[in-house]
């Protein structure tokens, strides 16, 4: 569409020379004659995809390592039917098909990432879809969405399996004192304090993707050395995280350490994958700052007085609801504005 | 030396290796010229001589019209051969007069006596100004005179040379600054002794350390004047940014630098003034860079106005195989051109031959709402939603959002990983905009 | 005077056309909350139906004694009454259905329907229509009420009206008897319902436009085709 | 402790919308645009506030005494419509600016099942007067929160492509559900 | 003032009308209304006490509590009504005792709110029946993943050990409140 209006505006000056002028160009013309600017970075939609993957290889790593190399197949399924639901959808809606683009692919990547080990791939197969149908497509697809795709497909399996989805497996090379458990669950329901050394390598029960804090870290930080992610986001959520964990650990020193609450659960793998998704996240430098702490806020009060063990999910996908409001209340002001606005 | 800035902005690949080393050269006289008559902003100049009339270098050949207009002068010794629209580098054809060199005539020299510059008053030097036919060699291309002579009530207390040349690629002010630094402060002086200003400034890129480095010396001696590094960061050239390096000072919306007590010139506008005070001369030359890797030799040039870029080319090689794109200008502001007859103007300060490599043509998909546009806005504009308002036809809530503040710099577009065509889309609803407000006023 | 419209259409317009549920997106609340399973559905549409038909046809009757100012006063009045008689007999002796559906057999006094028709419908035709519009309303409440009801129930307990239908193999969605799964349920049966519309219009006026070409009229004015009810 | 509990149940984890199911249509209707989203919110914390505290005076007072609990329905619905028409007077009388931010949003919810809900669940739960008002506020926050998130939401999604079946109320009640599913992370709190 | 009298009028009639009717059908449905309640708990009293055939409530004890007699008339235990919050909101439970106090003869869940299929397995006999004469010194322990080893301890549901627990705190809480009135009582 662009390609035309362009292409027309083109139309429109050629015209204007034939009546106006008799000139023809004498030599060769250059049809490139899109306007400025004419450089470009050179990052393309796909591209980042692509990177993100990248990034995510070496949990991919520590997931097969840890919980055995099937694993493989619920990634290979939950991709599959990622894209195969992107695809089918946008050939529903006659609109251009764009699975290359690396998206879905992703959503799909990160939603595996976010299950337990030997989930059922039935299951999966169903996350998959509901994250792309119901998390990306319904919304208008790339860009439109307001919730992270592969949490609403994780949400949605949790509310629909509780009992599968919070079913762990005991990793390799588990040295007698690790239990399937996973560190939260473990703390949340017999009191057992697992060792950050532990978490650190990653045999310890959990999702796929979440168990090793190194793998994690390494992936972010590449994400967030080549510009991807921005690094307002985890840096928030971990301030956030220390501020909070820190005054609920100061009043009640039988909670778990800020420093725990890090390295448990999927806190890291959030906030360096999921809370980062530029789609879901906010806009503005100020909101970035704004959605990482509301993230953590939620985050500690659900581990602490909630139900259930775990809440990172949850309080990414809350803040996201909050992302169009944060967005509007942290505009900008305009170059110039605030100094007028003062002078008056 | 810590350099000042600006928040936000981007850091494109510079280019600028390509021509930096290499020292003005003149390109031979064409054999014929195309003058525009609007070669500047504002109302286009008025035509004194017609067809078959003989002229001379630089002999007056249109008259400003109004207050904001610049005249024209001819820029070689030949004979008028037509008036009538001809194709210009802006994509318009606009009313010209095209001159067939004689080549038995010399080359003018000198058309207007020389003044002292220590000896000028502000009135000599403005009308002087007028009279040389400068505009702003900056690339808007505004009468200088007429930023000469601020209206009454405002206060102007600072002048500054903008010696950023932030734009990739592009060197001609840097050899302005290394090779004539004596009469680029010359200029300086003459403009604000024309504003009666008594601070001067010399904003400098610090990727230009050679510059700094001698105007800085030069600088020392004279009073009021200093050089400010500033962070190599595009667009630090722009006006409001550059003010607001200098100056701390922000020039809101719908207002001038004046507006904040700042008159800015371009490097090469003050080398215009001195050649035009103390040199006599008037403005029929523009100084300029051909560079790309499209081309095969790269050059800074001194050439006659009307010169069509063809020459220019041709005198510089001619393009290579992979040439995709021909921009008058710099590669985030210039303008795409498709004729090449399309003369150099006063205020050209670049050609460039992009090739496919360097233009990198990727594929768009819908916004991912990364948010890089709006960190990189140096306005605090949010360019994603300026586009998808205009995509959307909402042009009161585009103008709500302030599309109308945007300077079309093309930072949000070169930052976009989505390569959303964002300054066309703000381009074309800052036009239905604009349209708009122009209707609410007639009713 | 504007055209009387058949007794039976007055019954049949809300089964679809007027659907609370679908198209006036009325009386959500109950909607969505007792659909965990068809019974409730059908005990809830059966109790708003009840209400409905009785309210509506005491406004009608009485509609020309009541002075403007307290008409909306008096009709809520009159639906209380019905209200509360539905719920102390339900609580008198349908103790499990009346634990079920909460405090929603109460809420039928507010919900939007019933004052809706009261106020479009009752409040100005006589009680025959009165009654019949009530009931159409009334059916189609049930019918969004029992399919989505339905719905969830085989997909969220595997089972409808109480009976398995999934077999064991099938691992129930809990999401689906859960509150976020009414919302999803709702909205995706809405949205695929207003798609089956859309599709089926597009149909029709195509081959309404093909009839026209074949008999050599060329114009299709808007009249025409909201006639064909396009 | 006991209030701050029925405070936080009320408005996050038994949220009134999202997973009471009442006041739908207003969460639907009135959900469009953030301003008058925050209006309807305020207006309704504050009408429910007030049905809290005239409704447990009513059946505390006179329906228990006399023995015509039978009559709660109707009485409820009746004391509320005139407390809100009468509000809605008084606000009209003293200020200009506030009846415009909220009174135009009072009728509305004169006959709206999220307060008569309020009312009918604070004395089946059998809650004493300040548990009641606080339940009140509560439940008027959670409803203000549901409605100004959801408001946010819909004028982003003006921007986007959803297709056009899902557009309006089927959208809405999708975002509402994944809304339902991000609040169950608050479940287990009380 | 006619208007405004027309309008009184009308209100008043409507009114008139609406209670009178409304009156009638209560009438008729109050006493089944209360005889449904009543039913409800006396069933639950016998539920977890199946040879019980009278029962007295013990007042001013602070807690919902009957002692249960048999044929015989001889007491056989005691039914107490507690609760507490589970995993989505309160649960209550009818606890039978023994006379003693040092074992439960069963339990009844009256109300809770559990999510279904998950947390209403505490509904369901493999998790209820744990409770048939189980022995509650010092207390009721909740055993997670392993068969119960000791007479005091309950196995938890997979994937509801919140509803699991809060049932067994429940009953914990409530032995040692009604033993504190015992004791107390026994004092005095
Ligand atoms: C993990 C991390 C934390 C950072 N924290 C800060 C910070 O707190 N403040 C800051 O100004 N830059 C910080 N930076 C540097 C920024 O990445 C970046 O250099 C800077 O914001 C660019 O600003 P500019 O617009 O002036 O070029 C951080 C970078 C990383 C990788
Ligand atoms: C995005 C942008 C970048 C600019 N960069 C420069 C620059 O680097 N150097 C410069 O002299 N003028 C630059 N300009 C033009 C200045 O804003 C300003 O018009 C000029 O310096 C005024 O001097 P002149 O009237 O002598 O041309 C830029 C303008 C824009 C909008
Ligand atoms: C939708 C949903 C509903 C849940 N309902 C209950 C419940 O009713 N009772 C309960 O104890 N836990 C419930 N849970 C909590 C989890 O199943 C929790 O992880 C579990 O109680 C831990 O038990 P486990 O250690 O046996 O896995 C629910 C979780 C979800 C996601
Ligand atoms: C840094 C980054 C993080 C991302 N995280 C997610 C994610 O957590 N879940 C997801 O479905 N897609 C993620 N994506 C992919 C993409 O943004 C997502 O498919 C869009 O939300 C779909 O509109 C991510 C992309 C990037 C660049
Ligand atoms: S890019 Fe334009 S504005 Fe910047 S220095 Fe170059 S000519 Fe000046
Ligand atoms: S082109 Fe306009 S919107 Fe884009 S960065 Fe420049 S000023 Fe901002
Ligand atoms: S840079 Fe492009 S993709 Fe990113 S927010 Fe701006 S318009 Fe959207
Ligand atoms: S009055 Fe209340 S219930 Fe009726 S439509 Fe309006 S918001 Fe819904
Ligand atoms: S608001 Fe509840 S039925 Fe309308």
Redesign the pocket.
């Known amino acids: 569409m662009i390609v035309n209006l362009w292409q027309a505006q083109v139309e429109v000056k050629r015209k204007n020379m034939e009546t106006t002028t008799t000139i023809e160009p004498k030599q060769k013309v250059y049809f490139d004659l899109t306007t400025s600017p004419h450089l470009h970075s050179r990052w393309t939609t796909s591209k980042v995809m692509w990177f993100v993957v990248a990034a995510l290889v070496p949990s991919i790593a520590a997931a097969l390592t840890f919980f055995g190399w099937t694993q493989i197949f619920i990634i290979i399924v939950a991709v599959a039917f990622s894209v195969g639901t992107e695809i089918s959808i946008q050939t529903i809606r006659k609109k251009q098909i764009t699975w290359f683009d690396g998206s879905a692919a992703l959503t799909g990547l990160l939603l595996a990432l976010t299950l337990p080990p030997n989930f059922s791939l039935s299951a999966t197969a169903i996350g998959a879809i509901v994250a792309i149908g119901l998390g990306k497509q319904i919304f208008g697809g790339l860009g439109y969405n307001i919730f992270n795709p592969a949490l609403v497909g994780r949400a949605f399996l949790q509310a629909a399996f509780p009992v599968q989805i919070t079913t762990w497996t005991k990793p390799n090379f588990a040295v007698d004192s690790v239990t399937s458990a996973t560190p939260l669950a473990a703390l949340k329901f017999d009191k057992i304090f697992t060792d950050t050394a532990s978490m650190t390598i990653g045999n310890i029960g959990g999702s796929l993707g979440e168990t090793s804090a190194i793998a994690v870290l390494i992936g972010g ?1 590449f994400l ?2 080549v ?1 991807i992610v921005n ?2 986001i ?2 928030s959520m971990i301030i956030g995280m220390l501020v909070f964990g820190g005054i609920f650990w100061l009043i009640d020193p039988q909670n778990p350490t800020p420093v725990f609450h890090i390295f448990a659960g999927s806190f890291l793998f959030g906030a360096m994958f999921m809370a980062t998704d530029w789609v879901t996240s906010p806009i503005t430098n100020k909101g970035m700052w704004i959605f990482g702490f509301g993230i953590s806020l939620v985050l500690i009060v659900i581990r602490i007085y909630g139900g259930l063990p775990e809440g990172v999910m949850y309080s990414i996908l809350f803040m996201n609801g909050f992302v169009p409001l944060v967005n509007r209340y942290t505009k900008p002001t305009i170059f110039g504005v605030a100094k007028e606005a003062v002078k008056k | 030396m810590s350099s000042k ?1 600006f ?3 981007i ?1 494109p690949k510079e280019y600028k290796e390509l021509t930096e080393h290499l020292s003005f050269e003149t390109i031979p006289l064409p054999d014929e010229i195309t003058l525009p008559l609007s070669q500047h902003l504002g109302k286009e100049a008025k035509a004194l001589v017609k067809k078959g009339d003989e002229v001379q270098p630089g002999q007056m050949i249109a008259q400003a019209e109004g207050f904001v207009s610049a005249p024209i002068h001819s820029s070689v010794a030949g004979k008028v051969m037509s008036l009538g629209k001809e194709q210009t580098s802006s994509g318009f054809p606009k009313d010209s007069i095209v001159i067939k060199t004689n080549e038995t005539v010399e080359s003018q020299k000198f058309l207007f006596t020389p003044l002292n510059p220590n000896a000028v008053t502000a009135e000599e030097i403005r009308e002087r100004v007028a009279l040389a036919g400068i505009v702003g060699q900056g690339g808007a291309a505004f009468p200088t005179a007429v930023k000469l002579t601020p209206p009454k009530d405002k206060t102007i207390d600072v002048v500054i040379l903008n010696g950023c040349e932030c734009e990739p690629y592009l060197t001609r002010d840097y050899r302005f600054m290394i090779e004539r630094p004596d009469d680029l402060i010359s200029g300086l002086k003459l403009i604000m002794k024309a504003l009666d200003v008594k601070r001067g400034v010399i904003g400098i890129e610090d990727n230009k350390p050679e510059a700094i480095k001698i105007l800085s010396g030069k600088a020392k001696y004279e009073e009021g004047i200093e050089v400010v590094s500033l ?1 190599t ?1 595009y667009p630090q050239g722009a006006e409001k940014m550059l003010i607001k390096a200098v100056t701390g000072r922000e020039v809101p919306p719908g207002k001038l630098p004046l507006d904040v007590g700042a008159v800015i010139q371009n490097i090469g506008t003050a080398i215009a003034i001195h050649d035009a005070i103390v040199n006599g001369e008037v403005l029929i030359t523009a100084a300029l860079t051909v560079s790309g890797k499209g081309i095969k030799n790269p050059k800074n040039l001194i050439v006659p106005v009307g010169t069509p870029i063809q020459n220019v080319i041709d005198y510089c090689g001619g393009v290579t195989e992979d040439a995709m794109k021909i921009v008058v200008g710099g590669p985030m502001m210039g303008f795409a051109q498709f004729d090449l007859q399309a003369p150099v103007m006063k205020a050209t300060s670049g050609i460039l031959v992009l090739t496919k490599d360097e233009v990198a043509k990727n594929p768009e998909t819908p916004c991912l709402r990364c948010g890089q546009c709006i ?1 990189a806005c140096p306005l605090n504009l949010m360019p994603t939603k300026l586009a998808r308002y205009t995509q959307l036809n909402r042009f009161e809530h585009a103008e709500e959002a302030g599309i109308t503040v945007c300077m079309e710099c093309g930072t949000c577009a070169y930052t976009c990983p989505a390569n959303i065509p964002l300054v066309q889309w703000i381009r074309l609803g800052k036009q239905k905009v604009l349209q708009m407000q122009k209707e609410r006023v007639v009713k | 005077m504007k055209k009387q419209v058949p007794l039976l259409r007055e019954f049949t317009k809300g089964l679809w056309e007027i659907n609370p549920t679908f198209k006036q997106i009325l009386g959500m609340c109950p909607t969505l909350a007792v659909t965990v399973s068809a019974i409730n559905g059908i005990a809830m549409a059966l109790a708003t139906t009840f209400v409905l038909v009785f309210s509506s046809l005491m406004i009608s009757l009485v509609r020309k004694l009541i002075p403007n100012q307290v008409r909306i006063a008096s009709y809520i009045v009159i639906i209380a009454t019905f209200v509360t008689i539905v719920d102390l007999v339900m609580k008198a002796q349908f103790v499990e259905l009346s634990k079920a559906l909460g405090p929603f057999i109460p809420l039928i006094v507010v919900n939007c329907i019933i004052l809706g028709r009261a106020e479009a419908f009752a409040s100005k035709n006589g009680p025959l229509r009165s009654v019949l519009d009530a009931l159409g309303n009334g059916a189609g409440f049930f019918i969004s009420l029992f399919v989505l009801g339905s719905i969830r129930e085989i997909i969220g307990s595997r089972t409808i009206l109480g009976y398995q239908v999934l077999p064991n193999g099938f691992e129930p969605w809990l999401i689906m008897i859960l509150p976020a799964g009414a919302f999803l349920a709702l909205g995706l049966l809405m949205g695929f319902a207003n798609l089956y519309i859309e599709r089926k219009k597009n149909l029709v006026r195509e081959s309404l436009i093909a009839q026209y070409k074949r008999v050599g009229r060329e114009e299709i004015t808007d009249e025409v085709l909201k006639e064909a009810g396009v | 402790m006991e209030l701050l509990i029925i405070f936080i149940s009320a408005a996050l984890v038994n949220n009134f919308v999202l997973s009471y199911f009442l006041g739908i249509c207003p969460f639907i209707g009135v959900s469009n645009k953030t301003s008058s989203a925050i209006s309807m919110g305020m207006a309704t914390t504050f009408v429910m506030a007030l049905t809290a505290v005239v409704s447990w005076l009513l059946f505390n007072l006179i329906l228990v005494p006399f023995k015509l609990e039978f009559l709660q329905i109707p009485s409820f619905i009746l004391v509320i419509a005139a407390l809100v028409q009468f509000v809605e007077m008084v606000i009209k009388k003293v200020s200009q600016p506030l009846y415009r931010a909220l009174g135009i949003f009072l009728p509305l919810i004169t006959t709206n099942c999220a307060i008569l809900g309020l009312a009918l669940l604070a004395s089946m739960r059998g809650y004493d007067f300040l548990e009641s008002v606080v339940f009140g506020v509560g439940a008027g926050a959670g409803f203000t929160l549901a409605l100004v998130i959801m408001a946010g939401i819909r004028e982003e999604l003006d921007l986007a492509d959803v297709p056009k079946p899902f557009q309006g109320a089927p959208i809405t009640l999708i975002v509402a559900g994944i809304l339902a599913l991000a609040f169950m992370g608050f479940a287990g709190m009380i | 003032m006619k208007q405004i009298s027309l309008i009184v009028a009308t209100l008043t009639i409507i009114g008139i009308i609406a209670g009178g009717s409304l009156s009638l059908v209560n009438n008729w449905a109050a006493p089944k209304i209360a005889l449904n309640l009543k039913a409800e708990t006396e069933r639950a009293i016998f539920l977890v006490h199946p040879d019980g055939k009278r029962y007295e409530e013990i007042k001013n004890a602070g807690l919902e509590v009957y002692k249960v007699f048999n044929e015989k008339d001889s007491s056989v235990g005691y039914s107490l009504v507690y609760d507490g919050n589970g995993f989505q909101g309160n649960i209550k439970l009818m606890i039978g005792l023994t006379n003693d106090l040092n074992r439960t003869t069963s339990i009844e869940i009256l109300e809770q709110s559990e999510t279904p299929g998950l947390g209403t397995k505490i509904l369901e006999a493999p998790y209820k029946d744990q409770f048939n004469g189980l022995e509650v010194n010092p207390s009721i322990i909740l055993v997670k993943g392993a068969e119960p080893s000791n007479p005091n301890e309950v196995q938890s549901i997979t994937g509801a050990t919140i509803s699991s627990k809060a049932v067994v705190a429940i009953v914990n809480e409530g032995i040692t409140k009604l033993k504190d009135i015992e004791n107390k009582g026994a004092s005095e």
Request: hydrophobic share 30%.
């Open positions: 930080i967030i050395a510009g690094w307002r985890p840096l | 800035t928040k936000s902005g850091h962070k960061k960190e």
